[in-house]
């Protein structure tokens, strides 16, 4: 069946670091994909979204890649901070006579001070 | 400008008795969505309600479980005879409409506990 996942379950970076978030997806009609972040005990909250129509988006100090041929989303955090700490899931959004979101199994990214 | 609401944020339950998990959407909001999550995983989707209408339920498992978003009032996840493999996180979500680049807004979430 179809799937978001993810390559790394737990990512450590330092303090003012950049951070690199992977995620996989198998088989997808869907063309958008957006990037998540949880911090412990709150629900998801969104970061940033990209289309299939394109392979890349800028937002605060994130940046998310989108490579359609290897089916592979990255999220890219410049100069990590600890508020960064948190679980990051990727999912995607697909039509099944609504739209509805598919979460990825999430990376946890520790900031090392 | 109230968020996605959800109560009770922590829930209880023996094992046999009946979970009743509430969430009120975004005001205006007419989608409302629900995850599960169990520790250290990503979100499950569940069900998906439009007003009145349950418009996706191919993630809710088929015996005791039910959802319901009536015309007035919050939507209801509702989970009978609980056991312990019902212990986890259920998120909502809502948004005000459906499709491409409609961000669905989340609740802080109901953990229940089933002993």
């Known amino acids: 069946g179809e799937s978001v996942g993810l390559h790394l379950p737990t990512l450590s970076v330092q303090e003012g670091d950049n951070s690199i978030i992977n995620c996989a997806y198998s088989?997808?009609?869907?063309?958008?994909f957006i990037w998540y972040k949880q911090e412990s005990g709150k629900g998801p909250q969104f970061i940033i979204d990209?289309?299939?129509?394109?392979d890349k988006r800028q937002g605060q100090r994130v940046t998310v890649l989108l490579n359609k041929t290897v089916k592979h989303l990255s999220l890219q955090i410049a100069a990590t901070q600890p508020g960064d700490s948190a679980v990051y899931f990727c999912?995607?959004?697909?039509?099944?006579?609504?739209?509805?979101?598919?979460f990825g199994a999430g990376t946890r990214l520790f900031v090392k001070a | 400008n109230a968020g996605v609401m959800q109560n009770p944020r922590h829930l209880v339950r023996r094992r046999g008795q009946e979970a009743r998990l509430r969430c009120s959407p975004v005001?205006?909001?007419?989608?409302v969505y629900w995850y599960r999550q169990l520790p250290e995983e990503g979100l499950k989707f569940m069900v998906y309600?439009?007003?009145?209408?349950?418009?996706?339920e191919s993630g809710m498992p088929k015996e005791r479980f039910s959802a319901e978003f009536p015309k007035e009032g919050p939507s209801i996840l509702r989970i009978q005879q609980v056991v312990r493999g019902d212990s986890a996180a259920y998120f909502c979500?809502?948004?005000?409409?459906?499709?491409?680049?409609?961000?669905?807004?989340f609740g802080q979430g109901t953990r229940l506990t089933v002993v």
């Open positions: 979500a809502s948004s005000f409409d459906t499709g491409l680049n409609t961000e669905a807004f």
């Open positions: 309600l439009q007003k009145e209408n349950i418009i996706d």
């Open positions: 005001k205006g909001h007419s989608h």
């Open positions: 088989n997808s009609a869907s063309d958008y």
């Open positions: 999912a995607e959004i697909k039509n099944t006579g609504g739209f509805k979101t598919i």
């Open positions: 990209i289309r299939s129509n394109m």
